[in-house]
């Protein structure tokens, strides 16, 4: 950095004039070392090259689930395939059935209800988001999975409660 | 008898002790006292930080308002892959490209980035292990093929396939140089994995620290005692990679010394055989 100063402006194309540096026999490991650095450089473009393009490229493949009021658009395209729908289970839509539950999700504006083959995991509840898995029956989607996606945030379920010395909460 | 005995027995000399000087064998690099000590210090600072993360998880924090007591794996999961993809993989791709940049090259940063690299993947098993625990009661499946969970294993195989390379035959020099272009080629997967859940549908949630805000979305004891797992889990990073880059240094003077160590072993016992063998002679005739 400070043996080699530029002589020009790192602007224009002034950097001929001078002609290649007289540095005798010790310039062969020195272009060998030039080679060496502008191939990582190279190395390090074409790597982000790749990743730019596995990121945009495979776009909505690596989608795990399709928002419910995307896939009530697509209703006619997706037919019966089976696909992960998610949306937010509705409050007061939840009723057990003898094979499974009932509910809706819900995302933006769209309401969809889901008739779900099997029990739900333990954390299932009004107001948390759900993948279930299954397709379009009619005007219902018919799943035999469900997925919690629980958010990132966390709170205390009790913020105001304090434990005693003695061990016990109030 | 005793001099025969201890020529026999040393087959190959502990790198920590000393070789006698006429064999020719160059003495193994010896630790030094302060070196020791702040690996020492490290290694005690990450236990009582380790312990006290595990008993404020479990007993002093509240159980969360959705996911009541599973969330006590917060304190562990997040901080397990902060070490194994930006500490670890980080720090192995910043020593590779030292090593790979002329004006730094250097076997030092090899042997960090291959400790590194060999600390990360443990951390990173960690890493699947843990959260896998953690979605079965939580999303109801040990595993799904997301965005976030496929990028993380892929790159531990990457990873895993950097320690293979790097067990391939070669000179230093070589295996240092294709290590340092596969750790970078690997590295690459670890801002995908950070942003997956940014630019793709996962069932995996969102960043709770690192996200695009830098607020925190954890708070009161909750946050403090993820803030201590963090910088714990950081000093047994720390800790397992001195060890690592020490035996990784003990391990190079092996195996630059085994041929004279095995001709100084064999010379040895040529010189008591060559002792005792008028003896036997004489006893047998």
Known sequence: MTTAPPATPSTGGGDTNAGPPLTGGASVPARRRGHTARYVVVGLVLVGALAFVVAKGLGSALDFYLPADQAVAQKATLGTKTFNLEGVVAPGSIRSTPGGVDFAVTAGTTRLAVHNTGSPPQLFQADIPVIAVGHFDGDHFASDQILVKHSSTYKAEHPTRVTAPNGSSR | ?285
């Open chain 2, 1 to 285: 008898m005793t001099d025969d005995q201890s020529s026999s027995t040393g087959t190959i000399p502990h790198p920590q002790t000393s070789v006698a000087p006429n064999t020719g064998v160059t003495l193994a690099p010896v630790q030094s006292s302060r070196a020791r000590m702040t690996e020492y210090i490290i290694g005690i600072l990450a236990l009582v930080g380790t312990v006290a993360t595990v008993w404020l998880g479990l007993w002093v924090t509240p159980p969360d308002k959705v996911q009541g007591d599973l969330v006590r794996l917060v304190y562990i999961h997040p901080g397990v892959a902060w070490v194994a993809l930006y500490l670890a993989f980080g720090l192995a791709a910043v020593s590779s490209l030292l090593y790979l940049w002329p004006r730094t090259r250097s076997l030092f940063w090899d042997r960090l980035a291959a400790a590194s690299v060999e600390v990360g993947v443990v951390f990173n098993v960690c890493t699947l292990v843990s959260g896998s625990i953690w979605g079965k009661p939580t999303w109801g499946v040990w595993w799904v093929w997301d965005a976030r969970l496929t990028l993380t294993a892929v790159l531990l195989i990457m990873f895993l396939g950097y320690m293979a390379l790097r067990r391939v035959p070669a000179e230093p020099e070589v295996r240092a140089r294709r290590s340092a272009f596969v750790a970078l080629f690997a590295a690459v997967d670890v801002p995908l994995v950070h942003f997956s859940v940014n630019w793709w549908n996962t069932l995996h949630q969102g960043a709770t620290v690192l996200n695009a805000n830098l607020s925190p979305q954890i708070h009161g004891s909750m946050a403090w005692t993820l803030l201590l797992g963090f910088v714990a889990l950081t000093l047994v990073f720390v800790w397992m990679l001195l060890v690592r880059f020490r035996i990784g240094v003990l391990e190079d003077w092996l195996a630059d010394n085994e041929l004279d160590l095995a001709l100084a072993e064999r010379q040895s016992e040529g010189a008591g055989l060559s002792d005792k063998s008028p003896t036997n002679q004489g006893g047998a005739a």
